[in-house]
């Protein structure tokens, strides 16, 4: 297979429509909590604001300058992120870096859309920018937490 046809595969048409498919791309008036991470490799970068209640998140948005497959990462997190405990995040996390480094099951529901980035396996320059949503998102769970409990 050539290195060209590997690109294709990788940007799917799948891919691509996560990508410019984005939801919650407007901020929030009032976050419990924002956090700005960049994927340090690529450049990626993802700021994310959250609203807490209850031990799930009630309220997100985000503002993604990333690669196709970090935007697509994005898309399916912002897709279904409300709702979500910290323990459904962190699960989706661990799971998805097993996915793309052992190739191991898919993230579970809410996430398993986040199956159509196993084709980035191979790429683990990509992996940071894949992750950078659900890192982020943990960052700002874990911030709004330590406000809330201030």
Known sequence: MSAESDLIKLYSGQILALASDMP???????PDATVKKRAPLCGSTITVDV????GKITGYAQDVKACALGQAAASVVGKNVIGSSKAEVEGARDALKVMLKD???TPPAPFDGLEVL??????R???ASI????????????????????
């Open 125 to 127: 320059n990509r992996h």
């Open 131 to 150: 992750l950078l949503s659900l890192e982020a998102t943990l960052e700002a769970f874990d911030q709004a937490e330590q406000t809330a409990c201030a």
């Open 24 to 30: 919650h791309t407007d901020r929030l008036d009032a």
């Open 118 to 123: 196993r084709a980035a396996a191979d790429y």
């Open 51 to 54: 609203k807490i209640q209850d």
């Open 103 to 105: 190739n191991g099951p």
